[in-house]
Each structure stands twice: as C-alpha cells, then as structure tokens.
C-alpha cells in the first residue's frame, strides 16, 4: 500500500517543542517533505529530507527519519502561535512501473498552540 | 515567474454541469499533479502528468478528466457536477527529485 499516516491533532503550549508524526508505506521513496497549510491558504514547503539522511536541522525545524520502521518526524522548537497550521508528510514514490513518481500526502496533523 | 496559477478561485456548479478548472505553471516543471482536499480532510490524488501527452490516475479520479497537451498546462474537467466534488482542489508542480510548488486552491461548491 501506498497509504501515509499521521496522528491529527496536536495540542501544545507557546514556548514547548512540538513533534508531529508521520509513517508511510513505500520503502522506494527517496525525498521525503513537510508542508504547512495556513487556514484558507494552499501549501507551503517547510523542509524535506532526502532517503539517505538521518536527520536534517532547519533553524527551528528538526526532521529525523528512521528507514527502518518507515518513520518520518518533525520538531518544532518554541512553538509560537503562529506554527499553529495544518502539517503534512508527503512522500515520492519511485517505482518504475505502478505509480512512479506519485506525490502522495499523509492525512495531515492539526497543530494548535495555546499561550 | 508567477509559478502554480490557479482559475478560478472560486465557483459555485448547479449539479449536473460541467467545468475546467485551469492550472498553468511557468517554471519548465515536467510533473503535475491535480489533488483535492475536503473539509478537515487530507489531500486525495486526483490524476497527475509526468510529462506533456502522459496522464495518469491518482486515487480519485472518477467524474475527472485530464489533458496534458503542452508542458505548462493541466487542466481537470468535472463533465456532470455532482454535490460529491464539493471541495477544494490544488494543482501542484515539480521538476524530479524537487519539492512540490502549489496553488492557491479552486474552491468548488455543487449545489
């Protein structure tokens, strides 16, 4: 299956780390993204990682990837009341035949952040 | 560049009628996608183009159709418009192996 799964809502105070979750299916993928939807908006890239990366570090953003379990991660350090958005992993699928090349997005995690 | 450019913005169908939604980006991108994303819900793929003459289904693509006659345009069409398509639908591009660049979204209403 192609299916790519998080966790939908995500609750946390200004000032703490936020991480949202993500595990997906395909073991072909080779880039791996998150993406922020802004009430009423369409979609912004936050960050990716590629599939040979462990971990990548963007200012606040952390992104850890487990090959293994097929685990995607994504922190948040102080969390401000403006990280509160939508947050989707999206995975690319490689195969040669049967999909190649399909951007497929996970269900999508609400993060609220209360002061 | 103007990048992923989306019409309309919004639109409101009568059921049973047909529409094109526009999606043209300017960035040379190879990869297209059509997704639609309903009320507190995920992003479904519709169908999606590799290439100027090549479409392909995604998850959900029943009452859709493609074309991909040149490499900057992608355009869905919804032939007989049911209350179902009610949703908000992106059109995304891409080169391989770079991260997808979206629209702002064609807010569909059938009523």
């Known amino acids: 299956g192609e299916d790519v799964e998080q966790s939908l809502f995500l609750s946390v105070r200004e000032g703490d780390s936020s991480v949202i979750n993500c595990t997906y299916t395909?073991?072909?993928?080779?880039?791996l993204y998150w993406y922020k939807q802004e009430p009423g908006a369409g979609l912004q890239l936050l960050t990716y990682?590629?599939?040979?990366?462990d971990m990548k570090q963007d200012q606040r953003l952390t992104v850890l990837l487990n090959k293994k379990d097929k685990h995607l991660s994504l922190r948040i350090a102080d969390t401000q009341t403006g990280d509160s958005a939508i947050y989707f992993c999206?995975?690319?699928?490689?195969?040669?035949?049967?999909?190649?090349?399909?951007?497929?997005f996970g269900t999508g995690t609400q993060l609220k952040v209360e002061l | 560049n103007a990048g992923v450019t989306q019409t309309p913005k919004f639109r409101i169908l009568k059921i049973g009628q047909s529409m094109t939604l526009q999606c043209t980006q300017d960035?040379?991108?190879?990869?297209m996608y059509w997704y639609r994303q309903d009320p507190g819900m995920g992003l479904k793929l519709i169908y999606y183009?590799?290439?100027?003459?090549?479409?392909d289904k995604g998850e959900v693509p029943n009452g859709y159709n493609v074309s991909r006659s040149t490499t900057e345009d992608f355009p869905l069409r919804l032939e007989l418009a049911a209350p179902s398509q009610t949703s908000v639908y992106f059109c995304?591009?891409?080169?391989?192996?770079?991260?997808?660049?979206f629209g702002q979204g064609t807010r569909l209403t059938v009523v």
């Open positions: 995304a591009s891409r080169l391989p192996d770079t991260e997808a660049f």
């Open positions: 395909d073991s072909s993928s080779t880039y």
């Open positions: 990682i590629f599939s040979n990366m």
């Open positions: 999206a995975e690319i699928s490689c195969r040669v035949t049967g999909g190649g090349n399909k951007l497929t």
């Open positions: 960035m040379n991108h190879n990869y």
């Open positions: 183009s590799v290439g100027a003459g090549i479409t």
